[in-house]
């Protein structure tokens, strides 16, 4: 089945670093890309999300471009400031079955220091 | 904007227990989901539906039972509390689009002692 391996974390930066989280996927057909933010204490959050190959989703400083052939949608950002601490989750749609269901990875934890 | 509502936020439960955990969403959304989320795990779906009346079994639906009487709600049944249905529940809703991303409540944290 369907199935996404994003870097394992904690990832710990220091304010004003470059960021990479490493999201890879398999599945059939032609799924929809997703990154999902979750701060401290809160529900899941679309950050952003690309629909088909070589398309770019960018929010809030962050970008993701999906890579099809080499299975990849990386979440990027230039600079990151303290507030971006959270858990990042990459996702695809499953639409087998006719309904759409997310297939999510496992989190990465990132915390950023002033 | 209230969004999606789930209650209650946290929950200790003994052993054999039962208890609903309730969703409902004011967004009109057709499609409304149940996932759970364990340590280091990520979500795994456990139900779903695509409209009022109509459910379907996720990844992790054992123990578990949901309905869809109307458009606004699903709650979650649990009907013999086991320890390991410790968890944090979320639910989500979304449009019925092609591209549509879900949104998400705040959490159920259940524990089961």
């Known amino acids: 089945g369907d199935s996404v391996t994003q870097m394992e974390g904690p990832v710990t930066l220091s304010e004003e670093a470059f960021l990479t989280i490493n999201c890879t996927y398999t599945?059939?057909?032609?799924?929809?890309l997703f990154w999902y933010v979750q701060y401290p204490g809160e529900g899941l959050q679309l950050l952003l999300k690309?629909?088909?190959?070589?398309d770019k989703g960018s929010n809030k400083g962050f970008e993701a471009t999906y890579r099809k052939e080499t299975t990849s949608f990386h979440l990027e950002k230039g600079s990151v400031q303290v507030s971006d601490s959270a858990v990042y989750f990459c996702?695809?749609?499953?639409?087998?079955?006719?309904?759409?269901?997310?297939?999510f990875g496992k989190g990465t934890k990132l915390t950023v220091n002033p | 904007n209230a969004g999606v509502t789930q209650t209650p936020k946290f929950r200790i439960l003994k052993i054999g227990q039962s208890m609903t955990l309730q969703c409902t969403q004011d967004?009109?959304?057709?499609?409304m989901y149940w996932y759970r989320q364990d340590p280091g795990m990520g979500l795994k779906l456990i139900y779903y539906?695509?409209?009022?009346?109509?459910?379907d079994k996720g990844e992790v639906p054992n123990g578990y039972n949901v309905s869809r009487s109307t458009t606004e709600d699903f709650p979650l049944r649990l009907e013999l509390a086991a320890p390991s249905q410790t968890s944090v529940y979320f639910c989500?809703?979304?449009?019925?689009?092609?591209?549509?991303?879900?949104?998400f409540g705040d959490g159920t944290r259940l524990s089961i002692l």
């Open positions: 539906s695509v409209g009022a009346g109509i459910t």
């Open positions: 996702a695809l749609s499953d639409q087998q079955g006719g309904s759409e269901k997310l297939v």
């Open positions: 989500a809703s979304r449009l019925e689009s092609p591209t549509g991303s879900q949104h």
């Open positions: 967004m009109n959304h057709n499609y």
């Open positions: 690309a629909t088909k190959a070589d």
């Open positions: 599945a059939t057909g032609y799924p929809s």
